[in-house]
């Protein structure tokens, strides 16, 4: 099945701090998402971005399919920010019926 | 309010006994997913299902059953085969059933076996 990394595992920063979060895959997708776990276990959809580039606010994400990798941009952290991101691909497929397959995550933690 | 609801929030069962978990949809999606999520991992696919009366196996389906009677509704039942039961488990759902398109969560149920 497809393979997906998160990097890093762990990240400590400092309120007000900007970070990048990545995610490789090992084959074509016809969906990704991006997750942020919050410390009650819920799964807050962030983006559902296959390709391309797209904003919310303080997020933004970019996928380039063709290199096989997302990254997850968070900038002016708040504490509210902390939690486990998580990155979910389908690998891409003329039948449909793929799974969606989950990275490990990424913890982030921001410091007052 | 349109989302997916799951009950209970905690649920503590005794070795050897079955328990069901339910998780309810009213966003009219046809797609319904179980995951299961132990402690410091991602999640895991247990079973979906794209159509009522009708489902599938993900990874990890030994020691769990699934119907799906209604369209909102897709039950999990935790059986005594389940060999290690306690983990937080969470329902998702998607709009499509072919390619399958952007899945929403509910807040999870937490198993403990004691």
């Known amino acids: 099945g497809i393979q997906v990394e998160q990097s890093p595992p762990d990240l400590i920063l400092q309120e007000g701090a900007n970070s990048t979060l990545r995610c490789n895959f090992s084959?074509?997708?016809?969906?990704l998402q991006w997750f942020h776990q919050n410390p009650w276990g819920q799964l807050i959809n962030l983006f559902y971005i296959p390709s391309g580039t797209k904003q919310n606010g303080r997020l933004s994400a970019t996928t380039v399919a063709t290199e096989r990798y997302s990254l997850l941009y968070i900038s002016s952290s708040q504490t509210t920010d902390s939690g486990v991101y998580f990155c979910a691909v389908e690998r891409g497929s003329n039948f449909g019926n793929e799974k969606l397959t989950f990275g490990t995550g990424t913890r982030l933690t921001i410091i007052p | 309010d349109g989302g997916i609801t799951q009950s209970p929030k905690y649920l503590f069962r005794k070795e050897g006994q079955n328990v069901t978990l339910s998780c309810e949809q009213n966003l009219n999606h046809d797609a319904m997913y179980w995951y299961r999520q132990d402690p410091g991992q991602g999640l895991r696919l247990i079973y979906y299902s794209q159509i009522v009366n009708d489902f599938q196996k993900g990874d990890i389906a030994e020691g769990y059953s699934v119907s799906r009677e209604k369209k909102e509704s897709f039950p999990l039942t935790v059986t005594s085969a389940q060999k290690n039961p306690t983990a937080f488990y969470l329902c998702a759902s998607s709009l499509t059933s072919v390619l399958q398109g952007e899945q929403f969560f509910g807040p999870g149920t937490r198993l403990t076996v004691l």
């Open positions: 084959d074509s997708v016809n969906n």
